[in-house]
């Protein structure tokens, strides 16, 4: 028993100074690389322009963003040796070239550091000018994305193709261009699907930040969204001290999954527009319609004198007699008017006098 003990003994006193010079290895390298990141900082800035050696960044997809967009905007290209999730490799699109990067995660973590970069570009012209691999959609996307950022600024597919021509000397398909931009859209206002999903928090948020107001969700039969109703709680305290006139009108949408939006208006004294409510349906038809009406009965209610304005949908005809039985349902002047000028086009000049004089008479 003695002998297999100093055994032991011995087997852990020889395994015991490489264990403790490993460690110490080990150790010495983390905290010089911590100390290292303390004083230069993490790279999260998908388009910084200068890369060096020992350079540390937020992940490994901020470094493939920042090394496209470089290849584009010094104009070079190269091709991926080796990627995996603890590994980005990059060498020269041509074999014999000497430009050279090497990243890698440190010690099993999100942050990437730059292990090794060549920045020296020895292959020929063709390879470098000529095209450009590294001009994908995601990379443009990235390079316009601040065009977008002001909703009321109209940048095309077009000006796409245009500007990165004039910018970077790369030809752009319109098609990349588009899907460039559709990217673009997504990083800004992020995904449709995932806003479709933010809906019901988005209602009860509203509910909560103004008591009173009315909010309703409407799912299909296999739980996806169909209808959405919202009434905020100063429409509603408005209504009563407002003539009551109801004026509804749809129109379509133009997001991913389309849709239409149903609007309800009426008029204060002072002859100011007051939205009464607005819900977001798959499309004008009858059941949208009166699920609409529904809820704006439901909170609104019926007022003495009351009327309900639209053009001449069918389906407002429908929906207003299966909830407003009581209520007279009236066509909007101006509707009407553009539908005698588009069947009278030769003499509506003629009749716009007398079609007005008769909308505004009391009497015939």
């Given at each position: 028993?003695?002998?297999?003990?100093?055994?032991?003994?011995?087997?852990?006193?020889?395994?015991?100074?490489?264990?403790?010079?490993?460690?110490?290895?080990?150790?010495?390298?983390?905290?010089?690389?911590?100390?290292?990141?303390?004083?230069?900082?993490?790279?999260?800035?998908?388009?910084?322009?200068?890369v060096e050696e020992?350079?540390?960044?937020?992940?490994?997809?901020?470094?493939?963003?920042?090394?496209?967009?470089?290849?584009?905007?010094?104009?070079?290209?190269?091709?991926?040796?080796?990627?995996?999730?603890?590994?980005?490799?990059?060498?020269?699109?041509?074999?014999?070239?000497?430009?050279?990067?090497?990243?890698?995660?440190?010690?099993?973590?999100?942050?990437?550091?730059?292990?090794?970069?060549?920045n020296n570009h020895?292959?020929?012209?063709?390879?470098?000018?000529?095209?450009?691999?590294?001009?994908?959609?995601?990379?443009?996307?990235?390079?316009?994305?601040?065009?977008?950022?002001?909703?009321?600024?109209?940048?095309?597919?077009?000006?796409?193709?245009?500007?990165?021509?004039?910018?970077?000397?790369?030809?752009?398909?319109?098609?990349?261009?588009?899907?460039?931009?559709?990217?673009?859209?997504?990083?800004?206002?992020?995904?449709?699907?995932?806003?479709?999903?933010?809906?019901?928090?988005?209602?009860?948020?509203?509910?909560?930040?103004?008591?009173?107001?009315?909010?309703?969700?409407?799912?299909?039969?296999?739980?996806?969204?169909?209808?959405?109703?919202?009434?905020?709680?100063?429409?509603?305290?408005?209504?009563?001290?407002?003539?009551?006139?109801?004026?509804?009108?749809?129109?379509?949408?133009?997001?991913?999954?389309?849709?239409?939006?149903?609007?309800?208006?009426?008029?204060?004294?002072?002859?100011?527009?007051?939205?009464?409510?607005?819900?977001?349906?798959?499309?004008?038809?009858?059941?949208?319609?009166?699920?609409?009406?529904?809820?704006?009965?439901?909170?609104?209610?019926?007022?003495?004198?009351?009327?309900?304005?639209?053009?001449?949908?069918?389906?407002?005809?429908?929906?207003?007699?299966?909830?407003?039985?009581?209520?007279?349902?009236?066509?909007?002047?101006?509707?009407?008017?553009?539908?005698?000028?588009?069947?009278?086009?030769?003499?509506?000049?003629?009749?716009?006098?007398?079609?007005?004089?008769?909308?505004?008479?009391?009497?015939?």
């Amino acid at each position: 028993m003695i002998i297999v003990w100093l055994l032991q003994v011995l087997v852990v006193w020889l395994l015991q100074v490489p264990i403790d010079r490993c460690i110490h290895n080990y150790s010495t390298e983390i905290m010089h690389d911590i100390e290292f990141i303390e004083n230069t900082g993490i790279i999260d800035n998908m388009l910084n322009e200068f890369v060096e050696e020992d350079q540390v960044y937020k992940d490994k997809e901020t470094v493939v963003s920042v090394m496209k967009n470089l290849a584009v905007r010094e104009r070079f290209q190269f091709k991926v040796k080796r990627s995996s999730a603890t590994r980005y490799h990059l060498m020269c699109v041509d074999d014999n070239g000497a430009w050279s990067f090497k990243s890698s995660a440190v010690y099993k973590a999100n942050i990437f550091k730059v292990r090794s970069y060549n920045n020296n570009h020895t292959c020929g012209y063709d390879e470098r000018y000529l095209t450009q691999r590294q001009a994908t959609s995601g990379v443009i996307a990235s390079i316009i994305k601040d065009k977008y950022v002001n909703p009321k600024k109209v940048y095309t597919t077009n000006d796409i193709i245009e500007d990165i021509q004039k910018q970077h000397e790369v030809e752009v398909s319109y098609m990349k261009a588009w899907r460039a931009k559709e990217i673009t859209m997504t990083m800004i206002r992020g995904n449709p699907n995932d806003s479709y999903k933010e809906g019901p928090r988005y209602l009860y948020m509203l509910e909560h930040a103004n008591p009173g107001t009315v909010t309703k969700l409407h799912k299909s039969e296999d739980g996806c969204f169909l209808y959405a109703y919202v009434s905020l709680y100063a429409s509603i305290k408005g209504w009563e001290h407002c003539r009551p006139i109801m004026v509804v009108d749809g129109s379509f949408l133009k997001a991913t999954y389309k849709g239409t939006i149903l609007t309800a208006c009426t008029q204060d004294e002072a002859g100011k527009i007051l939205p009464l409510a607005y819900a977001i349906v798959d499309s004008e038809n009858s059941k949208s319609w009166e699920w609409f009406f529904v809820q704006i009965k439901a909170v609104f209610g019926v007022r003495e004198g009351m009327c309900i304005v639209s053009d001449r949908n069918e389906s407002i005809f429908n929906a207003t007699k299966a909830v407003y039985l009581e209520v007279p349902h009236c066509i909007c002047m101006f509707h009407l008017w553009q539908n005698v000028k588009h069947t009278f086009k030769k003499h509506h000049k003629q009749l716009k006098g007398i079609f007005f004089a008769l909308a505004r008479a009391y009497t015939i």
